[in-house]
Each structure stands twice: as C-alpha cells, then as structure tokens.
Nanobody, 131 residues
Framework: QAQLVESGGGLVQAGDSLRLSCQTS????????MGWFRQAPGKEREFVAC????????AYAESVKGRFTISRDTVKNMVYLQMSSLQPEDTAVYYC????????????????????????WGQGTLVTVSA
C-alpha cells in the first residue's frame, strides 16, 4: 500500500526558511504527479505546489510563487518543498499528495478541493510561523 510521510515542520520566525520532505513508499515519484497542500486552522485545505510525473512541469499557488520551490529526488523517491521568506499566514499543516494523473493533480490547483480525487495523502506536518 502506498504511503507518504512528511517531515521537516516546526516553529520558525517570519522571514525564515524551512524545507519539508515527503518520503514515499509503495509508489514512484517518476510515475506520479506529486503535490503539496496546506490547511490553516479553521480553513479549507488549499493547493500549494505540484510537480508532474515527468518532473518537467511545476505549478505554484500565487501566494507562494517566488518563495516556495517544489523538487524531487528520483533516487531517494522523495519530494521536497523549500520554503523561504515565511510569513505568519503560511502557518498550516502541510500535506504531501500523490496521484497517477497529472491532469487530476493540476485540477487540484483550484478551490474548492475534492480531496477524494487524490490517490494518496500523507498525514501532514505542522509549520508555525511566528511574527
């Protein structure tokens, strides 16, 4: 059974950087579109970034464009989210997601999200940014 495990969350100050990691098992990042989503307290889950199964395409939410970078390691079968210039509004639980379809992942850029469309979700890692 495919699983995703996120790590790297924590408490940081505004302006700091942080890198989240997503360890996959039971699936290959070269066969799946991978994405990062986040859910702030009291809010709906929202799209953050995604990368295609080929690695040739990426997409970002407008709110993180220029500050966050999604990448992957095809040898380690991991996905990363490098976050810089963090702000308090970035505080959220960050989730890693995988889907065999680029098309499905790309549709997840728009709200409201149908979480059931995604094949696999991780359990999330909390990022807290203090002012």
């Amino acid at each position: 059974q495919a699983q995703l495990v996120e790590s790297g969350g924590g408490l940081v100050q505004a302006g700091d950087s942080l890198r989240l990691s997503c360890q996959t098992s039971g699936l290959a990042v070269t066969s799946n579109a991978m994405g990062w989503f986040r859910q702030a307290p009291g809010k709906e889950r929202e799209f953050v970034a995604c990368i295609s199964w080929s690695g040739g395409r990426t997409a970002y939410a407008e709110s993180v464009k220029g500050r966050f970078t999604i990448s992957r390691d095809t040898v380690k079968n991991m996905v990363y989210l490098q976050m810089s210039s963090l702000q308090p509004e970035d505080t959220a639980v960050y989730y890693c997601a995988a889907d065999q379809s680029d098309a499905v992942m790309w549709t997840m850029r728009s709200s409201p999200l149908d979480l059931r469309r995604i094949d696999v979700w991780g359990q999330g890692t909390l990022v807290t940014v203090s002012a």
